[in-house]
């Protein structure tokens, strides 16, 4: 499985409250081949440009929030 990137991260954090806009993301595989280690920046509110980490996981045709980012507040 190819590691996911700013659609991918973007679809997972579709999730949050507020709907944060996600740029510049890398994926990487952990040991389980379908969760990624994922580094990002978002766009917008006062966390805008600061590095930020998450893990996603393939869920069928879609990625997942495997792990809950602070500044999410899940929906």
């Known amino acids: 499985m ?3 990137g700013l659609q991918e991260v973007q679809q997972a954090l579709s999730v949050c ?3 944060p806009v996600v740029y510049d993301a890398q994926c990487r ?3 389980d081949p ?3 280690s994922c580094n990002y920046r978002l ?3 006062s966390l805008e440009g600061v590095p930020q980490q998450t893990f ?3 869920d069928g045709d879609k ?3 495997i792990d809950i980012p602070h500044h999410c507040q899940v929906q």
């Open 34 to 36: 379908s969760e990624f």
């Open 29 to 31: 595989a952990t040991d």
């Open 2 to 4: 190819d590691a996911p």
């Open 43 to 45: 766009r917008d509110g």
């Open 63 to 65: 990625f997942v929030l």
């Open 17 to 19: 409250a507020g709907k």
């Open 56 to 58: 996603i996981a393939a």
